[in-house]
């Protein structure tokens, strides 16, 4: 067990948003004896969980669950109402790039300014100058004036002063979403460099690949409260679930699509229809489950497989497939032939849709396993021929 760099217990925070709002002096002085009424608004409720040193951790949700708002009172920018933080060491937020930046002063000058205030002294940053101002991609810019940037340009150097702090723990909100391919695979280098160097890092983020890449462990969001902690491609399968339902309930059904579907008896098989678990490489898998249905549409289907680790190896649906299944409940089954899977352990998604696969009606996870024996030597998930020639 890793020693905890960060401690939240019970923590809530809540805002205060008032039902008027005054913009102008008059306003204020006109309404002065009336007291403004205030809508309580809970963006944290109640969560608690630690973070280890040298840990990265991830953390994700839809817009508004709280994500921003903890990384906000993890960097001391707000306090919590309830509950309390514990941090062991130093932290560098990388929130707000470029807060403090003046747009009068030069990109030079603005370097020299945003360092001092990280905590570097003049004599580290002119040592680092050059690298900031290459980072960035910016040394043609170098002396001209801030205000003249592009907001793009702005966070590029605003991002790479930042990776100078010598700090133990590290918050990071969507920054690698900043610039161009290049510019984001320097970005992706800079946190390997810093994972590989044992700091804490604190990752936000909507990018699912870079929270699966990157991550140690991730915590999913909604509403304020904890609904997940945990491996990362189990965490981005709770997210995923989250936003289906999400979309779900905000999409207006006709009276057609009022109804329950569910899905039942999901099964490998051999082609004799009978319960099978254990295949050999290269053996022809057939997937198999009933859906019952109250919906008057047509549905989709889908399956995907995953390694037991929860790698996804390959989803098919009948949307892709362009199959038009007819109305009702249903048999459904697929077959997977010669899947080239390495020897271990898997296991199956099952998905009905509506017209699109973006409306996900049912949906079952980890219902149905099987395992892979056979003698195919290689590495990853699945068997590829090849041929060595080595001069």
């Known amino acids: 067990m890793r020693n905890a760099a960060v ?4 923590l809530t925070k809540i805002f205060k948003l008032p039902h008027e709002k005054y913009s102008t002096v008059k306003q204020h002085f006109v309404n002065f004896l009336n ?18 040193e040298g840990e990265f951790f991830g953390i994700i949700g839809s817009n508004g669950s709280g994500k921003s708002t903890l990384l906000k009172i993890l960097a001391q920018i707000y306090q919590p109402t309830i509950g309390a933080v514990k941090i062991k060491g130093s932290l560098s937020p990388f929130i707000e790039l470029g807060v403090g930046f003046n747009p009068e002063l030069t990109a030079r000058e603005n370097i020299f300014l945003n360092a001092a205030i990280l905590g570097l002294s003049k004599k580290e940053t002119e040592d680092k100058f050059d690298e900031i101002i290459d980072f960035a991609e910016l040394r043609e810019f170098v002396d001209q004036k801030l205000k003249n940037f592009s907001s793009g340009m702005q966070v590029r150097l605003g991002f790479s002063i930042a990776i100078q702090a010598q700090t133990d ?11 161009d391919s290049n510019f984001q695979q320097k970005c992706f280098d800079t946190f390997y460099k810093l994972k590989k160097a044992g700091k804490t890092i604190v990752f936000v983020s909507h990018d699912l690949a870079s929270i699966e890449d990157f991550c140690d462990r991730v915590l999913v969001l909604k509403n304020g409260k904890i609904k997940f902690l945990g491996e990362p491609n189990k965490a981005i399968l709770e997210y995923m679930k989250l936003m289906t339902e999400a979309e779900n309930s905000s999409q207006k059904q006709d009276p057609d699509e009022k109804g329950e579907v569910e899905i039942h008896n999901l099964v490998t098989t051999d082609f004799d229809n009978a319960k099978k678990e254990v295949f ?8 198999s489950f009933d859906c019952y249905s109250k919906i008057n549409k047509p549905l989709n289907f889908g399956v ?3 390694r037991s680790d929860g790698v996804y190896c390959f989803g098919a ?9 007819e109305k009702g409940s249903s048999k459904v089954a697929i077959t997977f032939k010669n899947p080239a899977l390495l020897e271990g352990s898997y296991y199956l998604v099952a998905a009905v849709f509506g017209e699109t696969d973006k409306k996900i009606l049912s949906f079952k996870d ?11 030597k290689g590495q990853g998930v699945s068997f590829i021929e090849h041929e060595w020639e080595v001069k």
């Open 7 to 10: 401690e939240v217990k019970n």
């Open 35 to 52: 007291p403004r009424s205030f809508e309580k608004f809970k963006a944290l409720d109640n969560i608690s969980f630690e973070i280890g």
């Open 169 to 179: 723990i590290l918050l990071v909100d969507e920054v690698l979403a900043v610039g």
């Open 280 to 287: 050999k490489f290269d053996e022809d898998i057939k997937v």
């Open 304 to 306: 995907s497989i995953h």
């Open 317 to 325: 649906n009948t949307i892709i497939d362009k199959i038009d299944p």
């Open 366 to 376: 980890h219902e149905a396993s099987f395992r892979i024996l056979g003698h195919a």
